[in-house]
């Protein structure tokens, strides 16, 4: 045998032996026992995001007394807090600790939740009082969670152990939220119906509620929630690397030293040769994918399926998520982030061409669900390799940087969709929301996407090339 092909054979010998390795590696992890913090932060993920109001959560508003316009500014209100504290609570959480960040943005969810029960339609000053209050309280709740509990659980395994490790914790964390978000949905949105309400009280014996009741039944529930996220982070210990509050620097030197962390944290992205490239690439998916989600009612009113069927897609979407939770697990344990990610980015633009294609029925709801359980990757990959190439003493602040970067970029894409929309509007004479507009913009989606991909390798490319020429 040459000895050119020896050496392949040899190195192909070795290579599955580590793969095999890595897989017996990760069989015998998963029997180990978990840090208490990493198993309170699955609990507190799946408490804090499973939200039974989301199924009617534009009704909800309507139904309150408010108005579209009220109801798009209320929202806008929303994402200006998120995006104003995303990175100064990471640096808060790196420099303070990180389970006081949790803790707080488990009582900021519970006095969020308590402004919701206390509305009472009828009256729309007071209403629109208590949705201001409520969407910043929101706001400052993602913002203190963002980071915080992902560094908590995170630097909770030994650090030989936690890139070994968290696409474990990632697993059972994508698997109850699935089954939560399944349980909200289907909960959420019979709960908030009074006839459906009534006819199950009249078939128990008991006396109807009026509407106004009822509709309090999933904010209720999400009280609850809310509670039990007070209980879970209260559990949650402090990271040692978490670093204690000087009670004797004044409030202007506390505020200096996290904006000084902020910029450490910005300039150490900016020199990375692994974490910026993760970002940009991760932000680049990220903006796409949620944009369709967004707009994905729109897409199944347009290939013909009927509104009473969309809970039922968004069910299957959530149990097609949990079945591939065992997949997202396979791939970070064989695979690097470069083919991962360049998996993930195919996987993007042939849903884009997809759901472009003008397919309709079910099988244009098929065609558009690649694009939803790519979300799910997307958040797995990006949570293993980013939390591996951060080192502990900066991470809820990195993270936090993720957060922001993804709503600003999301931002962006949604006003470049408006004015996509409004521009083939009046190319096409239609009216406003017409699906023929809707149609059109989607077949823009594709090269797009291909173009915004392009030039953001080509940006990290030229990049690297200066950087090693310097």
Not at 10 to 31: C, H, I, M, N, P
Not at 290 to 314: A, H, K, P, Q
Not at 403 to 429: D, H, I, K, S, V
Request: glycine residues 8%; aromatic residues 10%; hydrophobic residues 55%.
């Amino acid at each position: 045998m040459p000895t050119s092909l020896r050496a392949v054979l040899a190195v192909q010998r070795v290579s599955g032996g580590g793969t095999l390795r890595r897989e017996e590696q990760g069989k015998r992890s998963e029997a180990e026992p978990w840090p208490l913090n990493a198993r309170l932060f699955v609990w507190f993920r799946v408490l804090f995001n499973c939200r039974f109001y989301y199924p009617v959560f534009t009704v909800l508003f309507l139904d309150l007394g408010l108005s579209l316009s009220e109801f798009a500014g209320l929202n806008v209100l929303w994402a200006a807090t998120i995006v104003l504290c995303e990175v100064p609570s990471g640096a808060l959480a790196d420099w303070l600790g990180r389970r006081r960040l949790v803790v707080a943005a488990s009582w900021l969810m519970l006095g969020e939740m308590l402004t919701l029960c206390l509305m009472q339609p009828g009256h729309h000053d007071a209403v629109l009082a208590l949705f201001v209050v409520n969407r910043i309280l929101s706001g400052l709740a993602e913002a203190a969670a963002s980071g915080a509990d992902e560094a908590l659980a995170y630097d909770s395994f030994p650090a030989e152990d936690r890139a070994r490790r968290w696409p474990e914790v990632m697993a059972r964390l994508t698997r109850w939220s699935s089954i939560g978000f399944i349980i909200a949905a289907v909960s959420g949105g019979f709960l908030y119906d009074a006839q459906a309400v009534g006819e199950l009280f009249m078939r128990l014996g008991l006396s109807p509620w009026p509407k106004a009741w009822t509709m309090k039944i999933p904010l209720l529930l999400n009280l609850l929630t809310a509670l039990g996220c007070v209980l879970v982070t209260r559990r949650m210990v402090e990271d040692p690397l978490g670093a204690a509050v000087d009670s004797a620097a004044g409030m202007r030197a506390q505020i200096r030293h996290t904006l000084d962390r902020m910029k450490q944290a910005a300039r150490w992205i900016w020199h990375s040769g692994a974490a910026l490239p993760l970002l940009a690439v991760g932000v680049v998916l990220d903006s796409v994918i949620r944009l369709f989600l967004t707009v994905s009612s729109n897409y199944y009113r347009l290939v013909g399926v009927e509104e009473r069927w969309f809970g039922l897609i968004s069910v299957a979407a959530s149990l097609m998520g949990l079945a591939a939770v065992g997949l997202m697990q396979r791939m970070t344990r064989r695979h690097g982030a470069r083919f991962n990610f360049s998996w993930l980015a195919l996987i993007v633009l042939l849903g884009l061409l997809a759901v472009a294609s003008g397919t309709t029925g079910w099988l244009g709801v098929a065609l558009g669900m690649p694009l939803i359980l790519a979300m799910r990757f997307l958040q797995f990959f990006l949570s293993h390799y980013l939390n591996e190439v951060v080192d502990s003493e900066r991470r809820a602040t990195v993270l936090s940087f993720r957060g922001l970067a993804m709503n600003l970029a999301y931002g962006g894409m949604t006003l470049l969709f408006a004015l996509q929309t409004r521009m083939l509007r009046e190319r096409l004479g239609a009216e406003e929301g017409a699906p023929e507009v809707f149609a059109a913009a989607l077949r823009w989606w594709p090269g797009g996407y291909v173009l915004l991909l392009v030039v953001t390798l080509g940006l990290l490319a030229l990049r690297r090339r200066r950087r090693s020429v310097a």
